[in-house]
């Protein structure tokens, strides 16, 4: 069984760009949650998606952030005219339901 | 609020020793507790979870410790060995599938 992929792994960005990380959860997982995580610290819940609906977006931004689940596809985390803040990891997360999640080993995003 | 911390930031242990890491939560109504061990340029990795309704689990090396009471619970490691050396996090949820994340605790291992 593939687990949670990421991709890209690193990605680099300059400010006034738009950044696209993708998860692809785990087969048969319909959960799907995005953290960020700075250097030396926890991760930061973002948002929680099934499919095709976004479930909790509590912890994102209002502005240039989005995230998509669609039926067919990976997710999506969209951020756009990005700032040099926004340089951290990226984690995706996965469930099947009521059980723990999974994680895929990040997007590193870097801001120039 | 959303609080989930921890005692001990770093730890440091011989290996062969037993490792203890500490978590402290502050919202009384999370009923789901879960251990994550995070190694460098990686995902965390599920260790071992705890609900509520419990105060005890065992995994296999690893023991989970749940006090409802001073909202405080505990990961045990037995026998600690170098590959056990990472950065552990313990999360919560209060209903739903919201997870709050600890600061983390850094385990080192001397061999």
């Known amino acids: 069984n593939a687990g949670v992929m990421q991709n890209p792994r690193h990605l680099v960005r300059r400010r006034g760009q738009e950044a696209r990380l993708r998860c692809s959860p785990m087969k048969g997982h319909s959960h799907v949650y995005w953290y960020r995580q700075l250097p030396e610290e926890g991760l930061k819940f973002m948002v929680y998606?099934?499919?095709?609906?976004?479930?909790?977006e509590s912890g994102m931004p209002k502005e240039r952030f989005s995230a998509e689940f669609p039926k067919e596809g990976p997710s999506i985390l969209r951020i756009q005219q990005v700032v040099r803040g926004d340089s951290a990891a990226y984690f995706c997360?996965?469930?099947?339901?009521?059980?723990?999640?999974?994680f895929g080993d990040g997007t590193r995003l870097s801001i120039l | 609020g959303e609080s989930v911390g921890l005692h001990l930031p770093t730890l440091s242990v011989q290996e062969g020793d037993n490792s203890i890491i500490n978590c402290a939560y502050s919202?009384?109504?999370?009923?789901?507790f879960i251990w994550y061990k995070q190694e460098s340029g990686k995902g965390p990795q599920f260790i071992i979870d705890i609900r509520s309704n419990m105060d005890k689990r065992q995994g296999q090396r690893v023991t989970v410790l749940l006090n409802k009471t001073v909202k405080h619970l505990s990961l045990q490691i037995a026998a600690t060995q170098p590959g056990d050396s990472a950065v552990y996090f313990c999360a919560e949820r209060a209903g739903g599938f919201k997870t709050i994340f600890g600061a983390g605790t850094r385990l080192f291992v001397k061999a």
């Open positions: 998606l099934q499919k095709e609906n976004i479930i909790d």
């Open positions: 919202n009384s109504a999370s009923d789901y």
């Open positions: 997360a996965s469930s099947p339901g009521d059980q723990p999640q999974h």
